[in-house]
């Protein structure tokens, strides 16, 4: 545990919270939680610290969503849990990169796409307000597991920002879902890549355990909230979520790029 003053921990613990609430309802809340661990723990210790320390206070916000989700949204579980362990697979591969990457290269990239993203969301009100029926093929199921589980698994291992937001519309866009099942069904892949980085950052020795434990408790609080509103709410609900946490990406990814 490092030397963190008790103000600190407090505000660490809120945020925990927050991005445990933002995670639930459509994903993205390593958009607060990183940046705040980032500037919230001393200067000595590294990133890479900061980077595990991230992974083990997300999984258990995540899971606990999920198993909320589960429990009471339309979820197949079989199809989630295909694309979670290519998930997994994915994200372990990519924490084992993630020092060989230039990160800040990719960061243009990742902003063109959520541009095209939030266009796309609102210019077709009707993406993810139902599912659409009929069986979804074998090579959609196969493009869902590369791209959500491999694809994106292997991100989040790399940079992690966005993440489950991008889960939400390949998964709502692949297996034709409405925005409130790809949600829940994106936790539970989230699960999976959130366990493959962290495998990697625990072997490294790169978890601060004793934070991520306390700020876990207020990250999981702030999962079920999350989760019982979105359920409340519907996909509506999600959409705006879903706008509003791409936009302020944007501007994040931006800040960081050329301030």
């Not at 060989?100 to 095209?116: C, H």
């Not at 519309?169 to 297996?175: D, H």
């Not at 936790?187 to 790169?206: D, H």
């Not at 702030?222 to 879903?242: C, D, I």
Request: aromatic fraction near 6%; charged fraction near 10%.
């Amino acid at each position: 545990m490092p030397d963190i003053s008790l103000t600190m921990i407090i505000v660490l613990c809120l945020v925990a919270a927050a991005a445990g609430w933002i995670d639930a309802v459509v994903g993205g809340g390593g958009l607060v939680l990183l940046p705040a661990l980032l500037l919230g723990l001393p200067s000595n210790v590294p990133y890479t610290h900061a980077l595990g320390t991230n992974k083990a206070v997300s999984i258990v916000g995540t899971t606990g969503a999920a198993i909320t989700f589960a429990r009471k949204a339309p979820v197949d579980v079989k199809v989630a849990l295909r694309i979670c362990l290519a998930a997994m697979a994915g994200a372990a591969a990519g924490a084992l990169l993630a020092g060989s990457i230039q990160k800040e290269a990719m960061m243009p990239v990742i902003m063109v796409v959520l541009l095209l993203v939030a266009a796309f969301v609102i210019f077709r009100p009707s993406f993810g307000a139902v599912p659409v029926s009929g069986p979804v093929t074998r090579q959609r199921m196969v493009a869902a597991i590369l791209l959500a589980g491999v694809g994106i698994g292997l991100y989040d291992g790399l940079l992690g920002p966005g993440t489950g937001t991008f889960l939400v519309l390949i998964l709502t866009g692949l297996l034709r879902l409405d925005l409130l099942t790809a949600s829940a069904t994106a936790k539970i892949v989230n699960a999976g890549t959130n366990a493959g980085a962290l495998i990697v950052f625990a072997f490294q020795g790169v978890v601060m355990w004793q934070l991520a434990a306390l700020m876990a408790v207020f990250n999981l609080a702030g999962g079920q909230a999350g989760a019982r509103l979105a359920l409340k709410k519907g996909s509506g609900f999600v959409r705006v979520v879903l706008l509003t946490v791409v936009c302020a990406l944007v501007l994040k990814l931006g800040w960081e790029q050329w301030a």
